[in-house]
């Protein structure tokens, strides 16, 4: 970074950190090496693979140490920006600039002794700006790990972490502590909301839930769902208001069965995990995110006629049960689907209803969800106590095969997003081809010969797509994630980096936010990154944080608590002056907001 002028130092193009997770192993355990750099602004340094021979790759090398086995350096994706010929012959560079992470695993061989080691590595880089390129320089840096003589309790701890720092007087942030610390920070100070939430009647909250699982009926993620619902009535009701009225409570029974399931999570994690319960966190965990997405997918298959679900043969033969076994069964997987899909998107003033609820008691947490969950299913349930209504809806017809087919292409649409918000873009590429190989054995279900077939043919089709779905979605089950890197313009939440920050005078804006959470990146791009809120930034001095819930994130949930949100989209402005009781904004909020607790906050 940029020396201070006081003291004539030269410009300095990048620095560097290095720490070690876990610090303390037992032998034949793995564990990895961080490095964050972190490059002047104005600056770039060539990525690991320059396109041009003569330009200076970006290498890390860990120094060897006994009884430590070093596995390849991995290096963050690079980006290409425009270059004239006289620069370089590939006419673009690829380059690393903001603040980049490195990652060297490391295994502990069975042989080694017990005590603390000192682990090593070296990074070269070659820093350029617009106008020329300063000498390439060698920073080393060091992590401490301790070996523990025997297995037995291995506790985490904060990373002792040496850094070789070449900045001087640029305000920047670029301190990364491990989880175990913040955690430990987070749970020792006051943090709470600057202004507290005002309290309703039960009466008011018991409208709002209701209303609240009215409103998921028309979220993006469970939209595609409904026509598909509104069909299966009038295809099935025929004119008989009773059998209307069955698949009305059979929908409604999916619905309110998931919210049961939901509200047992809550009240388990109270009760007995004492831990923080985020609405939406399943999502934190990419195998149910991907579970899901196979579901979506499966769904949406069926509806574009690739394959069918068949009852077994001695259904058909009873002329009552023919058609009501599949239509009952079919009612309440789109109740219990129509659920999942809400979950990524907390309709407004839900996180509200969140933090209100979580003060009950076990009896008044499962209330709270059956509400959501009448609300949710009330429409059909309409439709159920009053069949007539049914005359309104278009009978069946050409149009509704095609309609069908529309949204089995809008929950295909559904998949990809799903998969899209895996943490990693090798996750995502792993997921599509886990998609693929789904895809295929719904296709060779569908190829199978009819139910009419002798049952050894029919189930060795079967049986095959069966097999072929199964350890698909086993091997998915046994895929771990890595952790995503704060994008540019922001940094990567730490309370470290959040104390240093206001330690300096500048207030600090905490964005808590997912992949998974479709009005998070509404909030991002109409709020967070417009013209208004950018120059507010300027004009204060904030430094931006990220805390990232993509995947489960101990201090983040712990922070969230303290600060009286238990959904997300939720924003905490610190101020300097008040460092403990930050301004809040939850769910939508204007940028006019955002501005305002920016000026109050910066005084």
């Known amino acids: 970074m940029a020396a201070s002028p006081a003291m004539a130092q030269p410009v300095q193009a990048f620095s560097a950190s290095m720490s070690a997770q876990p610090t303390q192993l037992t032998p034949g355990k793995s564990g990895e090496l961080t490095i964050q750099v972190t490059v002047t602004p104005g600056f770039h340094i060539q990525s690991n693979k320059p396109l041009d021979r003569f330009l200076q790759a970006t290498l890390v090398k860990p120094v060897a140490s006994q009884g430590i086995i070093f596995g390849k350096v991995v290096y963050p994706k690079a980006v290409l920006i425009p270059a004239p010929p006289g620069v370089t012959s590939a006419g673009k560079l690829s380059i690393f600039d903001g603040i980049i992470v490195m990652k060297i695993p490391f295994k502990v061989t069975t042989e080694a002794v017990g005590g603390q080691r000192t682990l090593k590595a070296n990074i070269t880089a070659q820093g350029c700006n617009a106008d020329s390129c300063v000498a390439p320089k060698t920073l080393r840096l060091a992590a401490h790990i301790k070996v523990l003589a025997a297995a037995g309790k ?73 026509p598909l619902k509104v069909l299966s009535l009038v295809q099935q009701a025929h004119g008989d208001s009773r059998v209307a009225m069955r698949h009305g409570l059979v929908y409604s029974a999916g619905v309110l069965t998931l919210f049961w399931l939901l509200a047992g999570v809550v009240v388990g994690y109270r009760v007995y995990a004492h831990k923080t319960f985020v609405y939406g966190s399943q999502f934190q965990h990419p195998v149910v995110t991907l579970i899901l997405a196979l579901i979506v997918l499966v769904f949406a298959l069926s509806l574009l006629g690739v394959w069918t679900l068949s009852p077994p043969r001695a259904v058909y033969k009873l002329d009552d049960a023919r058609q009501q076994y599949g239509g009952y069964l079919s009612s309440f997987g789109m109740g219990l689907l129509a659920t999942a899909l809400t979950t990524p998107c907390s309709v407004p003033f839900l996180g509200g209803l969140l933090a209100w609820v979580l003060g009950l008691s076990a009896g008044g947490i499962v209330g709270f969800f059956t509400l959501l969950g009448i609300g949710m299913a009330l429409p059909f349930l309409i439709l159920a106590s009053y069949p007539k209504l049914l005359r309104f809806v278009p009978r069946a017809g050409r149009w509704t095969d095609v309609f069908k087919q529309l949204i089995g292409l809008v929950m295909l649409g559904v998949t990809l997003y799903l998969l899209t918000t895996l943490p990693d873009l090798t996750y995502i590429k792993f997921g599509l081809l886990t998609s693929l190989l789904v895809a295929i054995a719904c296709w060779i279900w569908g190829q199978g ?61 905490v964005d808590f936010t997912a992949k998974w959470c479709i009005n998070c990146h509404y909030i991002k791009q109409t709020v967070l990154e417009s013209a208004v809120a950018k120059a507010a930034y300027k004009r204060y001095g904030v430094v931006l944080l990220r805390a990232d819930m993509t995947v489960t994130n101990p201090p983040v949930n712990l922070l969230l608590k303290k600060l009286g949100g238990y959904s997300i989209p939720f924003l905490a402005i610190f101020s300097p002056v008040s460092p403990y009781h930050p301004a809040t904004l939850r769910d939508f909020y204007s940028v006019q907001s955002v501005v305002r607790d920016l000026q109050h906050a910066a005084g």
């Open 154 to 226: 291995n506790q985490v701890v904060a990373p002792q972490v040496v850094n070789k720092i070449t900045s001087a007087t640029v305000p920047a942030v670029t301190a990364l502590h491990a989880a175990s610390s913040d955690l430990k920070l987070i749970e020792s100070r006051p943090y709470s909301p600057s202004t507290a939430v005002r309290q309703k009647s039960l009466w008011q909250w018991m409208v709002i839930a209701l209303l609240a699982g009215l409103i998921m009926n028309v979220m993006p993620c469970v939209l595609p769902v409904i």
């Open 449 to 509: 010969p009819s139910v009419n077939s002798p049952l050894g043919v029919l189930w060795s089709v079967r049986g095959m797509a069966v097999v072929l779905a199964a350890v698909t979605i086993w091997g998915a089950s046994l895929v771990l994630f890595k952790g995503d890197d704060a994008p540019h313009g922001w940094r990567n939440f730490s309370v470290s980096a959040m104390d240093r920050a206001l330690a300096a005078g500048h207030p600090v804006m």
